[in-house]
């Protein structure tokens, strides 16, 4: 049975409920009641020179076994280095070094969680030097190589071909259709020259414009609206998503 707000699921951030209990968990229990939920971390460091958390793996496995999420992903990037926590989801170089790397890390996730994870394409804002390829052909290596699936940000495909000077239209033709499990769909500032990723924001034309695109492309796929600050009256985040319904459904038709 569903809940009362005309939802299909719920994304809740990993880390948030990966405690041992009290008010967290009793919100997760009652959601999980009514909804289906996916899991969203941001602290894997996927791409960190760090080992792989132990204790955090073990905290995700024991929140995995608790709500059954239909989807469980982070994002392509590293978060923490020599064991400091740097709170933000920093880019990678895209060298070929850099896949085999990220890959290894990856399969060794997944073995342990005995499931396919999905990786987020990151907002970003400097680049490497030494980076020999564009961002979607090192997504797709990585996801190619690692056998796992793709969580893609629309909003941060936008962000960062308006950043880096890319063409986001060729970023969505060429990544693996068959590998996108999940959409994300979110609002940004600007900040001078950049595009920021603040999820403060409605959905951007340019956002809603490559959705659509996408949704040509890619087909049914999961997609939710993030929305982590000025947070609206709910009305406006449901019409939001009745937006994206009928953005696909036009592109279906079609």
């Not at 602290?43 to 929140?63: A, C, F, I, K």
């Not at 923490?80 to 996730?109: F, S």
């Amino acid at each position: 049975m569903r809940g009362e707000v005309a939802l299909d699921w719920f994304e809740l951030i990993s880390e948030n409920f990966m405690v041992d209990g009290g008010k967290p968990l009793a919100v997760l229990d009652a959601v999980c009641e009514h909804y289906p939920v996916a899991l969203h971390g941001v602290s894997l460091n996927l791409g960190g020179s760090d080992p792989l958390d132990e204790v955090y793996l073990n905290r995700l496995e024991t929140l995995i076994g608790r709500c059954e999420p239909v989807r469980v992903s982070d994002h392509l990037c590293w978060t923490r280095h020599g064991g400091h926590h740097l709170h933000d989801l920093l880019p990678l170089p895209y060298t070929q070094d850099t896949v085999t790397h990220v890959a290894e890390r990856i399969l060794r996730v997944q073995d342990r969680l005995k499931r396919q994870i999905l990786i987020e394409n990151v907002s970003s804002y400097a680049e490497y030097a030494h980076s020999d390829m564009r961002e979607y052909e090192f997504l797709t290596a990585v996801a190619e190589r690692a056998d796992c699936l793709i969580l893609l940000d629309i909003n941060n495909i936008v962000v960062s071909a308006h950043n880096h000077g890319f063409d986001a239209e060729t970023y969505l033709r060429t990544i693996p259709v068959g590998r996108i499990r999940q959409i994300h769909l979110a609002g940004h500032s600007i900040s001078g020259p950049l595009l920021i990723d603040t999820h403060d924001h409605p959905v951007s034309d340019p956002v809603w414009r490559l959705y659509a695109q996408a949704a040509r492309k890619i087909g049914a796929t999961a997609t939710m609206i993030e929305r982590d600050d000025a947070i609206p009256p709910l009305a406006e985040l449901l019409a939001e998503l009745d937006m994206a319904r009928t953005l696909h459904a036009q592109e279906q038709a079609a």
